[in-house]
């Protein structure tokens, strides 16, 4: 156990530089100048090249990125081009909405995708179960933007029981959370039913229910826990989705979370806070899908092996 943990915590180190890499030259590739958009058209060239100087963007490629590989290591983000403060503040404060969110949206997509699974599988072949994966198709199918803008017609314009967009109070969570968790809950149900299926079919399962074991217990105790490995695999997958689709989703809503501020970093050209927003919401990927990682060996023993 304590070596399977070891290793898969050291994979998160050189994980974590390769996702640093990339977002750094990444950023050095999109087009426009920050310094420019920053001081505007009117100001002369040579104030250009000195604002330049003094950010250390005219140093060789090589030499940024060195220091800001020592920077992150730190803890300094940086300051914005466009605000000037810290990119640290900006981005805690702007990922506390998204964390929150997220949490919401992904429990709601896990617990409503485990129990449609479930439901499918023990009835298979029946209505339930093709109502169930039909629904599960539409989520999957159906862009998170266009589910947004649908929800917001209805319960919005339409029947105004809920706020269009914002932040502030829960009622202005609840459709941003129900788009982000279409997609996860569809993706959940289908892997929960075709794992929940296959183990339902295997020799364990079936000498219990010669035993006289019930098939409620049999599904519930025995099955259900082994056929939950790749489902658990998908609801980690899909909290980090969530974490990256926010970005559509809070445009749509202008939920000031972390997607929303790192499309508006990209718009302004904002070196430094498009890579301290990026680098957070990788970070966060990375770590989920290791707490996932690490799952796997309560639920089946031979992987502590």
Not at 173 to 188: D, N
Not at 208 to 226: D, E, I, M, P, W
């Amino acid at each position: 156990m304590t070596a399977y943990v070891t290793r898969r915590v050291a994979l998160v180190v050189p994980t974590l530089v390769g996702m640093l890499t990339i977002v750094f030259f990444l950023m050095r590739v999109i087009p426009g100048d920050p310094v420019r958009l920053m001081v505007g058209v009117e100001v002369d060239q040579e104030t250009v090249e000195a604002i330049r100087q003094s950010m250390g963007l005219d140093r060789p490629i090589l030499v940024q990125y060195k220091d800001y590989i020592l920077t992150i290591v730190r803890g300094d983000f940086g300051r914005s081009l466009t605000s000037r403060r810290p990119v640290a503040s900006e981005v805690a404060r702007h990922f506390r909405n998204t964390a929150k969110l997220g949490l919401i949206s992904g429990a709601l997509a896990a617990f409503m995708g485990l129990g449609l699974g479930v439901l499918a599988a023990c009835h298979k072949n029946s209505t339930a179960d093709y109502a169930t994966m039909v629904s599960a198709v539409l989520g999957i199918s159906t862009p998170s933007y266009f589910l947004g803008i649908l929800l917001i017609l209805l319960f919005a314009v339409k029947l105004q029981w809920l706020p269009a967009g914002s932040a502030g109070t829960w009622q202005h969570l609840i459709l941003p959370a129900l788009t982000l968790a279409a997609g996860s809950t569809a993706m959940i149900a289908r892997m929960t039913r075709s794992s929940l299926v296959e183990e339902l079919q295997r020799d364990y399962v079936r000498t219990a229910l010669a035993k006289g074991v019930s098939q409620r217990t049999a599904t519930l105790r025995h099955a259900l826990r082994n056929a939950l490995i790749p489902t658990v695999t998908t609801i980690g997958l899909e909290m980090g989705f969530v974490l990256g689709g926010s970005v559509l989703v809070e445009t749509v809503f202008s939920y000031p979370g972390i997607g929303w501020l790192i499309m508006a970093a990209i718009s302004q050209r904002d070196f430094p806070l498009v890579q301290g927003a990026v680098i957070v919401v990788a970070s966060a990927f990375i770590l989920i899908n290791l707490v996932t990682d690490l799952s796997y060996a309560f639920l089946d023993p031979r992987i502590r092996m």
